[in-house]
């Protein structure tokens, strides 16, 4: 069994900081790892994925992952944030055989002028 | 192609009644995938079909839910005797088979809000 682990509910930064959201997995087995993107009131957009090959990992919007195995973590960062980028992130794994997503509890980024 | 399409977008019904709520998958796709979300929480995995088969199905789903995938193309998921815990958002997503890990896994529909009275 997997679980994802997601440690901030709530991230506040002001516009142009950087940004980091944590992400923990536990699991049995190989992982392939995502983060997905939810703005209000729309389904899940992928913004990066880890299958295997280098740990770190560039998606859209600027925004860059890092698979650590060792510490069993998949943090996301951004070294610039928008107003735009509020939104609530989740981080998301799935075994080798790859049917089912388990996602963390989500990361909600609110990004201040 | 319009990606993931779900209907209706929002739904608010009396407790005991049944809904049933409809998603269509991008066309070439044959993995279908059903989630159900709450408010403040991650997306839970329900049920998903290959084809018209349904493969798997979570402890989540009780009785009172049923989920069909009749020729392959869109699914219906139906919640019979619709109780107040039941009110979140039902999220469905597909993929292709084979080659699904290379392209991100799931493209996700903007989900049916179910408010349960």
């Known amino acids: 069994a997997q679980s994802v682990t997601q440690l901030d509910s709530q991230v506040p930064v002001f516009e142009e900081a950087p940004v980091e959201l944590r992400c923990n997995y536990s699991?049995?087995?190989?992982?392939?790892l995502f983060w997905y993107v939810q703005y209000p009131n729309q389904g899940l957009q992928l913004l990066l994925k880890?299958?295997?090959?280098?740990?770190l990992v560039k998606g859209i919007n600027g925004f860059e992952a890092e698979f650590n195995k060792s510490q069993t973590s998949f943090h996301l960062r951004k070294p610039s944030v928008h107003i735009s980028d509020t939104a609530e992130y989740f981080c998301a794994v799935s075994g080798d055989a790859g049917n089912m997503l388990t996602f963390g509890g989500g990361t909600r980024l609110m990004v201040k002028p | 192609d319009t990606g993931v399409s779900q209907n209706p977008r929002h739904k608010i019904t009396k407790r005991g009644q049944n809904v049933t709520f409809r998603c269509d998958p991008i066309?070439?796709?044959?993995?279908l995938y059903w989630y159900r979300q709450t408010l403040g929480q991650g997306p839970e995995f329900l049920t998903y079909?290959?084809?018209?088969?349904?493969?798997?199905k979570s402890r989540l789903l009780s009785d009172r839910f049923s989920a069909e995938r009749p020729k392959g193309s869109f699914s219906t998921l139906e919640i019979q005797r619709t109780e107040q815990g039941d009110s979140a958002m039902y999220l469905c997503?597909?993929?292709?088979?084979?080659?699904?890990?290379?392209?991100?896994?799931?493209?996700f529909g903007s989900g049916t809000r179910l408010t349960v009275v």
């Open positions: 066309s070439e796709h044959n993995r």
């Open positions: 880890y299958l295997s090959g280098s740990t």
């Open positions: 699991s049995s087995v190989s992982v392939y």
């Open positions: 997503a597909s993929s292709p088979t084979t080659v699904w890990l290379l392209w991100g896994g799931y493209t």
């Open positions: 079909f290959q084809n018209e088969a349904q493969l798997e």
